[in-house]
């Protein structure tokens, strides 16, 4: 599949890969820290690309920043070193299906074991399954989280002072 070229950002632009990006998702996370970081660095003077993978993503018009939907194969032939974001999880990051050359976005809490018991107690049926995702994130350890951020093109960007903490 031919991909669109994006455009080549300079040191003063930011392409940030969200897969999923949508309109009807604004509001939940992560998609609301990608939405607030891209306002961010827009109002910072920066040039901002949001790519998704949605090609019916409804943004038009809802957000100040460009919005193309492409796959991260483009994203990575067309950013210039330390330009290209990637919205990801810890799961994803530790597996290495993050590239690189990215800077990782870690957009979602990372929660701990004592914080999920309660109300892994109390789920039932499709809540457990919503609550499988930040458990394992949970069970990784912290120093592997960290490992595996330094590899990476720059020092992540956290979604919540939180996060950072917990990393």
Known sequence: ????????PTAAGRILHAPGHHAARL?????AAVDALARTWLAAGLDVVVVTDRPDHGLEGRVPYAVLVSGEDACLQSHAPGTLYRLTGILELVRGKVPRTAVPVLASPRLRLGELAPALA???????RMLLLPLLNALVPARLVARTLA???GPPVYGSPASRARL
């Not at 509001?27 to 998609?31: A, E, F, H, L, V």
């Open 1 to 8: 599949m031919n991909e669109p070229a994006l455009p080549r």
């Open 27 to 31: 509001s939940r996370q992560p998609w």
């Open 122 to 128: 109390r789920a039932r049926g499709r809540e457990r």
């Open 151 to 153: 590899r990476h093109a």
